[in-house]
Protein backbone atom coordinates (compact mmCIF):
# COMPACT_ATOMS: atom_id res chain seq x y z
CA UNK A 1 0.00 0.00 0.00
CA UNK A 2 1.60 3.89 -1.16
CA UNK A 3 2.37 6.01 1.70
CA UNK A 4 1.33 9.26 1.20
CA UNK A 5 3.30 12.03 2.68
CA UNK A 6 2.67 14.50 0.90
CA UNK A 7 -0.09 16.66 2.68
CA UNK A 8 1.13 20.26 2.81
CA UNK A 9 0.25 19.67 -1.09
CA UNK A 10 -3.24 18.75 -0.46
CA UNK A 11 -5.17 15.94 2.19
CA UNK A 12 -7.53 13.56 1.57
CA UNK A 13 -10.77 14.38 1.94
CA UNK A 14 -12.08 13.60 4.61
CA UNK A 15 -15.01 10.94 4.43
CA UNK A 16 -17.33 13.21 7.06
CA UNK A 17 -16.86 15.70 4.88
CA UNK A 18 -18.01 14.32 1.89
CA UNK A 19 -21.00 12.93 3.58
CA UNK A 20 -21.73 17.19 4.54
CA UNK A 21 -21.22 18.03 1.20
CA UNK A 22 -23.43 14.86 -0.68
CA UNK A 23 -26.74 17.20 0.26
CA UNK A 24 -25.54 20.29 -1.50
CA UNK A 25 -24.42 18.15 -4.55
CA UNK A 26 -27.78 15.93 -5.19
CA UNK A 27 -30.54 17.87 -3.34
CA UNK A 28 -30.53 21.44 -2.66
CA UNK A 29 -30.03 22.91 -5.70
CA UNK A 30 -30.91 26.44 -5.68
CA UNK A 31 -28.61 29.50 -6.34
CA UNK A 32 -28.16 31.29 -3.00
CA UNK A 33 -28.68 35.00 -4.15
CA UNK A 34 -31.89 33.45 -5.39
CA UNK A 35 -34.99 34.25 -2.82
CA UNK A 36 -37.11 31.75 -3.01
CA UNK A 37 -37.04 28.60 -0.45
CA UNK A 38 -34.12 26.94 -2.70
CA UNK A 39 -32.04 29.71 -2.52
CA UNK A 40 -32.78 30.75 0.76
CA UNK A 41 -31.93 26.92 1.76
CA UNK A 42 -28.21 27.12 -0.44
CA UNK A 43 -27.66 31.04 1.72
CA UNK A 44 -28.00 29.14 4.95
CA UNK A 45 -25.77 26.48 4.15
CA UNK A 46 -23.21 29.24 2.85
CA UNK A 47 -24.09 31.04 6.06
CA UNK A 48 -23.30 28.39 8.79
CA UNK A 49 -20.07 27.11 6.55
CA UNK A 50 -18.64 30.82 6.82
CA UNK A 51 -19.34 30.79 10.71
CA UNK A 52 -17.33 27.59 11.02
CA UNK A 53 -14.19 28.81 9.44
CA UNK A 54 -14.67 32.06 11.83
CA UNK A 55 -14.55 30.00 14.50
CA UNK A 56 -11.42 28.02 13.57
CA UNK A 57 -9.69 31.27 11.83
CA UNK A 58 -10.79 33.75 14.96
CA UNK A 59 -12.42 36.29 12.73
CA UNK A 60 -15.73 37.64 12.56
CA UNK A 61 -18.24 35.45 9.91
CA UNK A 62 -18.90 38.64 8.02
CA UNK A 63 -15.23 39.39 7.29
CA UNK A 64 -14.62 36.21 5.36
CA UNK A 65 -14.91 36.32 1.63
CA UNK A 66 -15.38 33.37 -1.00
CA UNK A 67 -12.61 32.43 -3.18
CA UNK A 68 -11.43 29.23 -5.52
CA UNK A 69 -8.19 29.08 -3.10
CA UNK A 70 -5.11 30.12 -1.54
CA UNK A 71 -3.97 31.37 -4.95
CA UNK A 72 -6.68 33.45 -5.46
CA UNK A 73 -7.14 34.60 -1.94
CA UNK A 74 -3.05 35.91 -2.29
CA UNK A 75 -4.23 37.47 -5.38
CA UNK A 76 -7.50 39.11 -3.78
CA UNK A 77 -5.10 40.16 -0.73
CA UNK A 78 -2.29 42.27 -3.09
CA UNK A 79 -3.92 43.24 -6.23
CA UNK A 80 -7.33 44.60 -4.19
CA UNK A 81 -5.33 46.66 -1.55
CA UNK A 82 -2.96 48.63 -4.52
CA UNK A 83 -5.56 48.74 -7.07
CA UNK A 84 -6.36 52.39 -7.75
CA UNK A 85 -3.71 53.43 -5.27
CA UNK A 86 -0.63 55.75 -5.87
CA UNK A 87 2.05 53.18 -6.13
CA UNK A 88 4.69 53.14 -3.37
CA UNK A 89 5.94 49.64 -2.07
CA UNK A 90 5.00 46.07 -1.21
CA UNK A 91 7.39 44.04 0.98
CA UNK A 92 7.28 39.95 0.69
CA UNK A 93 8.92 37.59 2.20
CA UNK A 94 11.71 36.27 0.23
CA UNK A 95 10.19 32.65 1.22
CA UNK A 96 6.78 33.39 0.67
CA UNK A 97 4.82 31.00 -1.71
CA UNK A 98 4.66 31.45 -5.37
CA UNK A 99 1.04 32.89 -5.19
CA UNK A 100 2.47 35.84 -3.25
CA UNK A 101 6.03 36.61 -4.66
CA UNK A 102 5.10 36.27 -8.35
CA UNK A 103 1.61 38.76 -7.64
CA UNK A 104 4.01 40.85 -6.33
CA UNK A 105 6.24 40.71 -8.99
CA UNK A 106 3.59 41.41 -11.23
CA UNK A 107 2.99 44.93 -9.61
CA UNK A 108 6.31 46.02 -10.42
CA UNK A 109 5.12 46.35 -13.83
CA UNK A 110 2.20 48.50 -12.73
CA UNK A 111 4.72 50.88 -11.20
CA UNK A 112 5.20 50.04 -7.52
CA UNK A 113 8.29 48.87 -5.64
CA UNK A 114 8.85 45.58 -4.92
CA UNK A 115 11.03 44.46 -2.04
CA UNK A 116 11.64 40.88 -0.33
CA UNK A 117 12.15 40.73 3.34
CA UNK A 118 15.49 39.09 4.16
CA UNK A 119 14.92 35.62 6.02
CA UNK A 120 17.78 34.15 8.18
CA UNK A 121 19.08 30.55 7.40
CA UNK A 122 16.32 29.59 10.22
CA UNK A 123 13.69 31.02 8.30
CA UNK A 124 13.28 33.68 10.75
CA UNK A 125 13.01 37.58 9.25
CA UNK A 126 16.14 39.49 10.09
CA UNK A 127 14.01 41.65 12.03
CA UNK A 128 16.02 44.90 12.43
CA UNK A 129 16.79 45.05 9.17
CA UNK A 130 13.03 44.57 8.30
CA UNK A 131 12.35 47.63 10.50
CA UNK A 132 14.83 49.72 8.93
CA UNK A 133 13.43 48.81 5.28
CA UNK A 134 9.98 49.80 6.72
CA UNK A 135 11.45 53.29 7.70
CA UNK A 136 12.97 53.51 4.53
CA UNK A 137 9.49 54.90 2.92
CA UNK A 138 5.95 54.68 1.94
CA UNK A 139 4.23 51.26 2.39
CA UNK A 140 1.12 49.96 0.92
CA UNK A 141 1.12 46.47 1.53
CA UNK A 142 3.22 43.72 3.66
CA UNK A 143 2.50 39.85 2.42
CA UNK A 144 4.45 37.61 5.21
CA UNK A 145 3.88 33.63 5.46
CA UNK A 146 2.59 32.40 8.90
CA UNK A 147 3.72 28.45 8.48
CA UNK A 148 5.86 28.19 5.52
CA UNK A 149 4.73 25.38 2.59
CA UNK A 150 8.29 23.68 2.21
CA UNK A 151 10.38 24.27 5.78
CA UNK A 152 7.10 24.24 8.20
CA UNK A 153 9.08 27.60 9.98
CA UNK A 154 6.17 29.01 12.62
CA UNK A 155 6.72 32.97 11.83
CA UNK A 156 6.06 35.17 14.17
CA UNK A 157 4.09 37.91 12.54
CA UNK A 158 2.54 39.53 15.21
CA UNK A 159 5.80 40.89 15.88
CA UNK A 160 5.29 42.75 12.58
CA UNK A 161 2.11 44.12 12.89
CA UNK A 162 2.46 47.47 14.69
CA UNK A 163 5.68 47.85 12.69
CA UNK A 164 4.15 47.61 9.67
CA UNK A 165 1.04 49.67 10.56
CA UNK A 166 3.71 52.31 11.70
CA UNK A 167 4.46 52.72 8.28
CA UNK A 168 1.27 53.49 6.81
CA UNK A 169 0.55 49.52 5.36
CA UNK A 170 -1.13 46.59 5.45
CA UNK A 171 -0.23 43.12 6.79
CA UNK A 172 -1.42 40.69 5.03
CA UNK A 173 -1.07 36.75 6.24
CA UNK A 174 -0.94 33.92 4.18
CA UNK A 175 -2.08 31.37 6.77
CA UNK A 176 -2.70 28.21 4.23
CA UNK A 177 -0.41 26.41 5.72
CA UNK A 178 -1.24 27.71 9.34
CA UNK A 179 -5.16 27.01 9.11
CA UNK A 180 -5.75 23.63 11.13
CA UNK A 181 -2.39 22.74 12.35
CA UNK A 182 -1.88 25.68 14.66
CA UNK A 183 -4.12 28.04 16.77
CA UNK A 184 -4.83 30.82 14.34
CA UNK A 185 -7.09 33.99 15.67
CA UNK A 186 -6.94 36.76 13.37
CA UNK A 187 -8.80 38.95 15.50
CA UNK A 188 -5.90 38.58 18.21
CA UNK A 189 -3.20 38.77 15.86
CA UNK A 190 -4.40 42.71 14.12
CA UNK A 191 -3.37 41.62 10.68
CA UNK A 192 -5.65 43.15 8.03
CA UNK A 193 -6.04 40.46 5.48
CA UNK A 194 -5.12 36.63 5.73
CA UNK A 195 -5.26 33.68 3.16
CA UNK A 196 -6.44 30.20 4.55
CA UNK A 197 -7.69 27.05 1.81
CA UNK A 198 -9.94 24.40 2.02
CA UNK A 199 -7.83 21.20 0.71
CA UNK A 200 -5.06 21.86 3.31
CA UNK A 201 -7.75 20.95 6.01
CA UNK A 202 -9.29 17.38 4.61
CA UNK A 203 -11.41 19.74 2.48
CA UNK A 204 -12.59 19.99 -1.33
CA UNK A 205 -10.46 21.55 -3.61
CA UNK A 206 -11.16 24.45 -5.41
CA UNK A 207 -12.43 26.47 -2.43
CA UNK A 208 -10.56 29.02 0.02
CA UNK A 209 -11.32 32.53 1.50
CA UNK A 210 -10.02 35.67 2.51
CA UNK A 211 -10.26 37.19 5.77
CA UNK A 212 -10.37 40.79 5.69
CA UNK A 213 -11.09 43.42 8.11
CA UNK A 214 -14.20 45.93 7.29
CA UNK A 215 -11.60 49.24 7.36
CA UNK A 216 -9.31 47.74 4.59
CA UNK A 217 -9.68 49.19 1.48
CA UNK A 218 -10.00 46.54 -1.10
CA UNK A 219 -10.76 46.34 -5.04
CA UNK A 220 -12.64 43.13 -6.53
CA UNK A 221 -10.65 41.35 -9.09
CA UNK A 222 -13.24 40.91 -11.63
CA UNK A 223 -16.92 42.36 -12.03
CA UNK A 224 -20.37 41.15 -12.53
CA UNK A 225 -21.88 40.03 -9.28
CA UNK A 226 -22.58 41.44 -6.36
CA UNK A 227 -21.88 38.44 -4.36
CA UNK A 228 -19.43 38.32 -1.28
CA UNK A 229 -19.79 42.08 -0.83
CA UNK A 230 -19.27 42.78 -4.53
CA UNK A 231 -15.55 41.56 -3.44
CA UNK A 232 -15.77 38.29 -5.47
CA UNK A 233 -18.25 38.33 -8.05
CA UNK A 234 -19.93 34.88 -9.25
CA UNK A 235 -22.72 32.13 -7.91
CA UNK A 236 -21.82 30.15 -4.82
CA UNK A 237 -19.97 26.85 -5.21
CA UNK A 238 -22.31 25.69 -2.35
CA UNK A 239 -21.39 22.03 -1.69
CA UNK A 240 -18.09 23.12 -1.57
CA UNK A 241 -18.25 26.01 0.91
CA UNK A 242 -20.45 23.93 2.96
CA UNK A 243 -17.03 21.16 2.80
CA UNK A 244 -14.98 24.03 3.56
CA UNK A 245 -17.28 24.56 6.74
CA UNK A 246 -17.63 21.34 7.86
CA UNK A 247 -13.37 20.63 7.35
CA UNK A 248 -12.98 23.28 9.68
CA UNK A 249 -15.28 22.22 12.77
CA UNK A 250 -13.85 18.98 12.58
CA UNK A 251 -10.37 20.73 11.90
CA UNK A 252 -11.20 23.19 15.13
CA UNK A 253 -12.44 19.70 17.37
CA UNK A 254 -9.55 17.71 16.35
CA UNK A 255 -6.60 20.36 17.08
CA UNK A 256 -4.97 19.22 19.57
CA UNK A 257 -5.02 15.84 18.31
CA UNK A 258 -4.01 15.96 15.10
CA UNK A 259 -0.66 18.73 16.11
CA UNK A 260 0.46 16.03 19.18
CA UNK A 261 -0.26 12.76 16.49
CA UNK A 262 1.92 14.65 13.66
CA UNK A 263 4.55 15.94 15.83
CA UNK A 264 5.22 12.90 17.25
CA UNK A 265 6.25 11.59 13.51
CA UNK A 266 7.84 14.35 12.66
CA UNK A 267 10.35 14.03 15.59
CA UNK A 268 10.11 10.31 14.87
CA UNK A 269 11.44 11.35 11.56
CA UNK A 270 13.93 14.02 12.66
CA UNK A 271 15.55 11.70 14.95
CA UNK A 272 15.97 8.78 12.15
CA UNK A 273 17.74 11.32 10.11
CA UNK A 274 20.16 12.60 12.10
CA UNK A 275 21.15 8.67 12.22
CA UNK A 276 21.71 8.73 8.56
CA UNK A 277 25.09 9.90 7.15
CA UNK A 278 24.91 13.15 5.09
CA UNK A 279 21.63 14.77 5.95
CA UNK A 280 21.08 18.22 6.75
CA UNK A 281 17.45 19.14 8.03
CA UNK A 282 16.25 22.59 7.30
CA UNK A 283 15.63 25.10 9.97
CA UNK A 284 16.65 22.37 12.68
CA UNK A 285 15.51 23.89 15.70
CA UNK A 286 13.26 26.88 14.72
CA UNK A 287 9.83 27.09 15.56
CA UNK A 288 8.24 24.48 12.99
CA UNK A 289 4.81 23.55 12.32
CA UNK A 290 4.10 20.20 13.40
CA UNK A 291 3.97 18.01 10.98
CA UNK A 292 6.69 19.37 8.48
CA UNK A 293 10.37 18.04 7.98
CA UNK A 294 12.60 19.33 5.25
CA UNK A 295 15.70 17.70 4.95
CA UNK A 296 18.50 17.01 1.68
CA UNK A 297 21.20 14.02 1.73
CA UNK A 298 24.52 14.85 0.21
CA UNK A 299 25.62 13.46 -3.29
CA UNK A 300 21.28 13.81 -3.89
CA UNK A 301 19.29 15.69 -6.28
CA UNK A 302 16.02 15.95 -4.65
CA UNK A 303 13.93 15.44 -7.45
CA UNK A 304 16.00 11.98 -8.37
CA UNK A 305 15.61 10.86 -4.64
CA UNK A 306 12.12 11.47 -4.57
CA UNK A 307 11.29 9.44 -7.61
CA UNK A 308 13.25 7.03 -6.10
CA UNK A 309 10.96 6.88 -3.16
CA UNK A 310 8.41 7.05 -4.98
CA UNK A 311 9.49 3.31 -6.74
CA UNK A 312 9.57 2.55 -3.03
CA UNK A 313 5.87 3.44 -2.55
CA UNK A 314 6.16 6.53 -0.41
CA UNK A 315 4.75 9.55 -1.63
CA UNK A 316 6.64 12.87 -0.99
CA UNK A 317 7.56 16.65 -3.09
CA UNK A 318 10.85 18.30 -3.26
CA UNK A 319 9.19 21.62 -2.22
CA UNK A 320 6.09 23.27 -3.59
CA UNK A 321 3.70 21.43 -5.51
CA UNK A 322 3.03 25.35 -7.76
CA UNK A 323 7.09 25.14 -8.67
CA UNK A 324 7.12 21.16 -9.25
CA UNK A 325 8.49 20.65 -12.66
CA UNK A 326 10.92 23.45 -12.85
CA UNK A 327 14.04 21.72 -12.19
CA UNK A 328 15.25 24.68 -10.09
CA UNK A 329 16.21 24.47 -6.15
CA UNK A 330 13.70 26.07 -3.80
CA UNK A 331 13.27 29.90 -3.96
CA UNK A 332 12.96 29.08 -0.16
CA UNK A 333 15.53 27.64 1.11
CA UNK A 334 17.68 29.55 -1.61
CA UNK A 335 16.57 33.13 0.22
CA UNK A 336 17.28 31.13 3.49
CA UNK A 337 21.28 31.45 2.60
CA UNK A 338 21.32 28.05 1.70
CA UNK A 339 23.81 26.84 -0.94
CA UNK A 340 22.19 25.91 -4.26
CA UNK A 341 24.13 22.58 -4.59
CA UNK A 342 22.62 21.86 -0.89
CA UNK A 343 19.18 23.77 -1.88
CA UNK A 344 19.24 21.18 -5.13
CA UNK A 345 18.62 18.45 -2.91
CA UNK A 346 15.63 19.47 -0.73
CA UNK A 347 13.16 16.64 0.31
CA UNK A 348 9.82 17.55 2.06
CA UNK A 349 7.65 15.15 3.79
CA UNK A 350 4.85 16.44 5.23
CA UNK A 351 2.31 14.07 7.98
CA UNK A 352 -1.12 14.26 7.92
CA UNK A 353 -4.14 13.01 10.55
CA UNK A 354 -3.97 9.53 9.24
CA UNK A 355 0.02 8.78 9.05
CA UNK A 356 1.36 6.19 11.64
CA UNK A 357 4.85 5.58 13.33
CA UNK A 358 5.18 2.55 11.40
CA UNK A 359 5.19 4.42 8.25
CA UNK A 360 7.94 6.77 9.08
CA UNK A 361 9.68 3.36 10.35
CA UNK A 362 9.13 2.06 7.22
CA UNK A 363 10.07 5.35 5.59
CA UNK A 364 13.63 5.51 6.82
CA UNK A 365 14.24 2.28 6.19
CA UNK A 366 13.70 2.78 2.32
CA UNK A 367 15.88 5.80 2.41
CA UNK A 368 18.76 3.89 4.39
CA UNK A 369 18.66 1.55 1.20
CA UNK A 370 18.48 4.16 -1.27
CA UNK A 371 21.59 5.77 0.10
CA UNK A 372 23.22 2.58 1.59
CA UNK A 373 23.40 1.02 -2.35
CA UNK A 374 24.60 4.62 -3.93
CA UNK A 375 27.23 4.91 -1.54
CA UNK A 376 30.32 2.66 -3.18
CA UNK A 377 29.25 4.36 -6.29
CA UNK A 378 30.20 7.69 -4.72
CA UNK A 379 33.38 6.60 -3.10
CA UNK A 380 36.61 8.41 -5.43
Same mark, same amino acid.
Request: net charge negative; charged share 20%.
Given at each position: ???????????????????????????????????????????????????????????????????????? %??????????????????????????????????????????????????????????????????????????????????????????????? !??????????????????????????? %?????????????????????????????????????????????????? !????????????????????????????????????????????????????????? !?????????????????????????????????????????????????????? %?????????????????????????
Amino acid at each position: MPVYFDNNATTRLDPRVLEAMLPYLSGPYGNASSLHRFGRAARDAVERAREQLAMLAGCQSREIIWTSGGTE %SDNLALKGVTEGALPTRVLYGATEHPAVLETAEALRARGWGVETVAIGRDGLIDGPRFERQLAAGPVRLVSLMRVNNETGVIQDVARAVDPVHAA !GGWLHVDAVQALGKIPLDFTALRADLM %SVSSHKIYGPKGIGALIVRADVELAPLHHGGVQERGLRGGTENVASIVGF !GAAAELALQELDARAAHTQSLREQLESGLRSLPGVQIFADGAPKAPNTVQFAVAGYH !GEALLMQLDRKGFAVSSGSACSSGKGEPSHVLLGMGIAYEVADGAVRVSFGKDN %SAAEVEQFLAALAAITQAAMPAMQP
